[in-house]
């Protein structure tokens, strides 16, 4: 028996993009939180906790794009044209995003409050338009022929809005307590304080999208409410309000690591209900992986290339997180 390498390139993609919405969450989770700390030294502390690692952590998205092409140029070329718009919006939002992050160290005071704006508004853009390109993926891309058949504006509906401002949530619940375990003293109470009612409403934001994706979606509330799938996948709900209720307690007393991690496991038992409502489909609703797949000569080529650059990419990640580890305080900063 063969190895399926359609199966193994999904892996590799799911897995890229996991590694993206994580390490990338944090750092864009910060600047959503830029508007609710206005002292300039708290913002300092602030973008000084992920200085030394922020633009290695989209190292993901281009690996999860460009195994897309290789693996499923049918999928690259159907996504790309049914979210032509919202993915420029978002590249323009991570643009600005990543040119306010270097231009602001360098800004005159006077200067810095702009590229503080533009910091916040590339971070609020990015996250909102990953949020809605996600919900218009769910609700399904209109391919008639292998081709993309629907509009520029099919994305523009409720569900999509919705999911933009739940990511923008999400990661602002990552940037949070990235902060709680990276600063100290007044930052962290204020970030302590703050991490309650978003774990609250990122609660709220999980059950609405699993109640609405079944409600609207016959093929989801099949795959979610029959048996015995009802069985197997009862404890991912269980194990998100558990996860929740061990947020909050975990923000009693002096946490470190406690909350960032649980609010990963929360990011990922939401990936998991996303990724068992979709799956086969790697084109919603009706495409599934094998039919989207390249030939398997392509696969096996860019199979070469893609186990020997990830866990290179894996080490040297580990090993900037490594280094700067630790406590970041005003007046601590990397150039």
């Known amino acids: 028996m063969g190895i399926d390498l359609t199966l193994l390139w999904a892996i590799i993609i799911l897995f890229g993009i996991l590694m993206y919405v994580v390490m990338d969450g944090f750092d864009l989770g910060i600047g959503i939180l830029y508007p609710f700390f206005p002292d300039e030294h708290d913002r300092d502390v602030m973008m ?12 993901w998205l281009v690996l999860g794009g460009a195994g897309l092409l290789a693996a499923f140029p049918l999928a690259y070329s ?3 044209s049914a979210f032509m718009l919202p993915l420029i919006f978002m590249l323009l939002g991570l643009i600005f995003r990543g040119v306010a992050f270097e231009f602001r160290f360098k800004a005159t005071d006077r200067a810095r409050p702009f590229w503080d704006k533009a910091f916040i508004g590339g971070s609020v853009v990015a996250t909102f338009f990953q949020g809605v390109t996600l919900g218009a993926y769910l609700e399904g891309i209109d391919v008639v022929g292998r081709q993309f058949a629907g509009g520029p504006f099919d994305w523009f509906r409720p569900f999509p809005l919705f999911t933009g401002l739940g990511l923008i949530v999400a990661y602002a619940m990552l940037g949070c307590t990235w902060l709680i375990m990276k600063t100290d003293s007044r930052l962290q109470e204020r970030m302590m304080a703050l991490a309650r009612p978003l774990a609250l409403v990122l609660l709220a934001v999980i059950a609405i999208v699993s109640l609405w994706t079944p409600i609207a979606h016959e093929a989801i509330r099949q795959r979610w409410f029959s048996t015995p799938n009802l069985y197997w996948f009862a404890p991912v709900p269980v194990l998100v309000l558990v996860c929740t209720w ?90």
Request: proline share 9%; with cysteine; glycine share 14%.
């Open 48 to 59: 000084n906790t992920v200085a030394p690692v922020w633009d290695g952590n989209e190292t």
């Open 246 to 335: 061990s947020l909050l307690r975990s923000l009693e007393g002096r946490p470190q690591g406690g909350p960032f991690v649980l609010t990963l496991c929360l990011v990922f038992l939401g990936y998991s209900g996303l990724g068992i409502s979709l799956w086969p489909n790697i084109i919603p609703p009706n495409i599934d992986l094998w039919e989207a797949a390249g030939p398997p000569q392509s696969q096996g080529f860019a199979l070469v290339g893609a186990l020997f650059i990830i866990p290179i990419i894996l080490m040297y990640t580990g090993w900037s997180y490594y280094v700067f580890r630790g406590k970041v305080r005003a007046g601590d900063g990397y150039h």
């Open 78 to 80: 159907v996504v790309l």
